[in-house]
């Protein structure tokens, strides 16, 4: 059981709102997602101040392609943009960036960005600060049963020994904790493919604010909120 005075330390958001936000102020979208990545910037920064080793966020999904070329190609290029301003800070903050999600379907360009930066800050402990780029709970979820038969058709895996430990060390969050806070900006009560097995236990919280508008004050208030919740994992 998790007691009320407990920080949670793994705080997993899905960052809604970034076009909504700027169609409501006549904007085009892009300029949404532009002060979103801002945004994050801020929410970075405060997170260890709140007690938070980990935080997860939800940028780009499996989904997403389904957006207009011109928004799809500048989410990509604010990516990148923010891989490259952003790799010295988070390396003087002692910030771990890492990615989660399907690679292959990046450009190169953007792969071998990503890389760079997972490798320069892969020795920081300050906040792990992991980006989901073309992710979705499901598609992991076969990727990681792809892994396993694989392993049981070539490396002489017994399918008896697989169970949840295995699952788990075979998904891309297998070096992370498990959530235990996912906030929700912008209104919408989905889970939208998101942390679909590390969610399970996670305490969920969602606010009307959009993704834009959402402050390191916010961000305080649901962590007060969030670890007053007693948690028991089923045990009552």
Same mark, same amino acid.
């Given at each position: 059981m998790v007691g009320a005075d407990r920080i949670p330390f793994h705080v997993a958001i899905i960052m809604d709102g970034n076009g909504r936000w700027a169609t409501q102020k006549g904007w085009p979208r892009?300029?949404?997602?532009?002060?979103?990545?801002?945004?994050?910037? +801020?929410? *970075? !920064?405060?997170? $260890?101040? %709140?007690?938070? =080793?980990? %935080?997860?966020?939800?940028?780009? =999904?499996t989904e997403n392609w389904k957006r207009s070329t011109e928004e799809v190609l500048g989410l990509m290029a604010l990516f990148a943009r923010y891989i490259r301003r952003e790799a010295e800070n988070l390396s003087s903050e002692n910030v771990r960036l890492r990615f989660i999600g399907d690679r292959s379907k990046l450009n190169a360009k953007l792969q071998r960005l990503m890389g760079w930066v997972e490798e320069r800050t892969q020795g920081n402990t300050k906040l792990t600060f /992991?980006?989901?780029?073309?992710? #979705? #709970?499901?598609?992991?979820?076969? !990727?990681?049963?792809r892994h396993l038969a694989h392993c049981v058709a070539n490396d002489g895996l017994d399918p008896e020994q697989i169970d949840l430990m295995t699952v788990a060390g =075979? %998904? &891309? /969050? /297998? &070096?992370? $904790?498990?959530? &235990?806070? *996912?906030?929700?900006? =912008? #209104? +919408?009560?989905?889970?939208?493919?998101?942390? %679909?097995?590390?969610?399970?236990?996670?305490?969920? @919280? @969602?606010? +009307? /604010?959009?993704? $834009?508008? @959402?402050? $390191?004050?916010?961000?305080? +208030?649901?962590? &007060? *909120?969030?670890? !007053?919740r007693v948690r028991t994992f089923g045990g009552y």
């Open positions: 892009l300029v949404g997602h532009r002060k979103g990545a801002s945004r994050v910037k +801020e929410i *970075v !920064r405060s997170a $260890p101040d %709140l007690g938070i =080793s980990h %935080l997860t966020v939800y940028a780009f =999904s /992991t980006i989901a780029i073309n992710y #979705g #709970g499901r598609d992991e979820l076969v !990727r990681a049963a =075979s %998904l &891309d /969050t /297998t &070096d992370i $904790p498990d959530p &235990d806070l *996912v906030i929700r900006t =912008s #209104g +919408e009560t989905r889970v939208s493919n998101f942390l %679909l097995w590390q969610a399970a236990y996670a305490e969920f @919280f @969602f606010t +009307e /604010t959009l993704w $834009p508008d @959402f402050t $390191p004050d916010h961000l305080r +208030e649901i962590c &007060d *909120v969030a670890r !007053r």
